[in-house]
């Protein structure tokens, strides 16, 4: 069946550090890809997505590019901030006979130090 | 609007308690909505979905169960709480209605943690 495999964390950087955190997928045809986030405390939240092959994803400085021939969507930013401390996940979506379903990765907690 | 309510925000019950979670939606009429649990290390799990009144499907054979009486409301049951229970349980809603596709994009709501002792 359709997964999604994230690395696993924490991981941990200095402010302004090069950030990725890598994700891939196992699906049949063509899903589209997400990466949400959760803040502390709080619900997920859609930070970017991507819909078909070689689509880039972006949002608040934050980078991801579907590529079908390595079945990747990893996530990167320049220049994180303290802020940016939160878990990330990576997710596919699936499409079924009513509605979607995502199919999410086990989430990757990012906590970025001063 | 598409404010999405969860209560309550934390629990606490003894093993073969019942349990009720209930999540409402404001916004648009009929809308798809979910049922996740985010358990230690496990990531994001889907529990159940519902495309409508009274319709539910369930993703993995477990000890809860769901209910959708009214078009903007959710309830996540168990009548015997085990203590894998325990987790952060998420409802969402997707941008489509129905049996109409969906782009993809969920809605969460903050969660209800629960922890079974």
């Known amino acids: 069946g359709d997964s999604v495999t994230q690395m696993e964390g924490p991981v941990t950087l200095s402010e302004e550090a090069f950030l990725t955190i890598n994700c891939t997928y196992t699906a049949t045809g063509y899903p589209s890809l997400f990466w949400y986030v959760q803040y502390p405390g709080e619900g997920l939240q859609l930070l970017l997505k991507?819909?078909?092959?070689?689509d880039k994803g972006s949002n608040k400085g934050f980078e991801a590019t579907y590529r079908k021939e390595t079945t990747s969507f990893h996530l990167e930013k320049g220049s994180v901030q303290v802020s940016d401390s939160a878990v990330y996940f990576c997710?596919?979506?699936?499409?079924?006979?009513?509605?979607?379903?995502?199919?999410f990765g086990t989430g990757t907690q990012l906590k970025v130090e001063l | 609007s598409q404010t999405i309510h969860q209560w309550p925000a934390t629990l606490v019950q003894p093993v073969g308690s019942p349990l009720s979670l209930e999540c409402t939606v404001e916004g648009t009429s009929n809308p798809n909505l979910y049922w996740y649990r985010q358990a230690a290390g496990r990531g994001l799990q889907l529990l159940f979905y519902s495309i409508g009144i009274d319709q539910i499907s369930s993703e993995v054979p477990q000890n809860l169960s769901a209910s959708r009486p009214q078009d903007r409301q959710f309830i996540l049951s168990s009548k015997k709480l085990l203590l894998s229970d325990s987790g952060f349980y998420l409802c969402?809603?997707?941008?489509?209605?129905?049996?109409?596709?969906?782009?993809?994009?969920?809605?969460f709501g903050e969660g209800s943690r629960l922890t079974v002792l």
């Open positions: 969402a809603r997707g941008t489509g209605q129905g049996v109409e596709k969906n782009t993809g994009e969920l809605f």
């Open positions: 991507a819909t078909k092959a070689d």
């Open positions: 997710a596919l979506e699936k499409l079924t006979g009513g509605g979607n379903k995502l199919t």
